[in-house]
T-cell receptor, first 112, second 112 residues
Framework: AQSVTQLGSHVSVSEGALVLLRCNYS??????LFWYVQYPNQGLQLLLKYTSAATLVKGINGFEAEFKKSETSFHLTKPSAHMSDAAEYFC??????????FGTGTRLQVFP | EADIYQTPRYLVIGTGKKITLECSQTMGHDKMYWYQQDPGMELHLIHY???????EKGDLSSESTVSRIRTEHFPLTLESARPSHTSQYLC???????????FGQGTRLTVV
């Protein structure tokens, strides 16, 4: 069965610093991978998705993620953090099913 | 912009009451989902539907029930609310297999 593991439940960065949120997946077949963001008291919003086309995926708000099959990873990055990036981030996987399986989430804090 | 709506946004209710959480989408999506999200952030799939008259239980056992009489509507019902049902409930929909899900803003339920 497919699954995702998000390393680090909390990540803190300074404003302007690199953001790196880690996600590793487990799947015996090529997966579809997603990153979502959740602001307080809100639903989830799609940041970006990997659907077996380009391995480097660009999303909204300056985020991007790279699919690395050899490392079974799909880490999310942003070159320069903004205060508005503070939120919860979820990695999710879908493999030939209609269900998204989510990781446990990473809370990103951005300090001035 | 996604058009999926949940009502109410917040609900405080006494133990033993029957409640229905509403979810509607205007995108014509066949697939709809209910997730339960506890304070620790992790999302658990509790119900999903492939279309009208289709409902399936998710990965997390839940005492709630759902119905899908119309494509656009996927309500969740608790016949007798208990404090253990206190949580955030997120509704989502997707167009087809392996595509992203669009989320509503959630209903935060507190049972006292």
């Amino acid at each position: 069965a497919q699954s995702v593991t998000q390393l680090g439940s909390h990540v803190s960065v300074s404003e302007g610093a690199l953001v790196l949120l880690r996600c590793n997946y487990s799947s015996s077949v090529p997966p579809y991978l997603f990153w979502y963001v959740q602001y307080p008291n809100q639903g989830l919003q799609l940041l970006l998705k990997y659907t077996s086309a380009a391995t480097l995926v660009k999303g909204i708000n300056g985020f991007e993620a790279e699919f690395k099959k050899s490392e079974t990873s799909f880490h999310l990055t942003k070159p320069s953090a903004h205060m508005s990036d503070a939120a919860e981030y979820f990695c999710a996987v879908s493999v030939r099913t209609d269900k998204l399986i989510f990781g446990t989430g990473t809370r990103l804090q951005v300090f001035p | 912009e996604a058009d999926i709506y949940q009502t109410p946004r917040y609900l405080v209710i006494g133990t033993g009451k029957k409640i229905t959480l509403e979810c509607s989408q205007t995108m014509g999506h066949d697939k709809m989902y209910w997730y339960q999200q506890d304070p620790g952030m992790e999302l658990h799939l509790i119900h999903y539907s492939y279309g009208v008259n289709s409902t399936e239980k998710g990965d997390l056992s839940s005492e709630s029930t759902v119905s899908r009489i119309r494509t656009e509507h996927f309500p969740l019902t608790l016949e007798s609310a208990r404090p253990s049902h206190t949580s955030q409930y997120l509704c989502a929909s997707s167009e087809r297999t392996n595509t992203e899900a669009f989320f509503g803003q959630g209903t935060r339920l507190t049972v006292v």
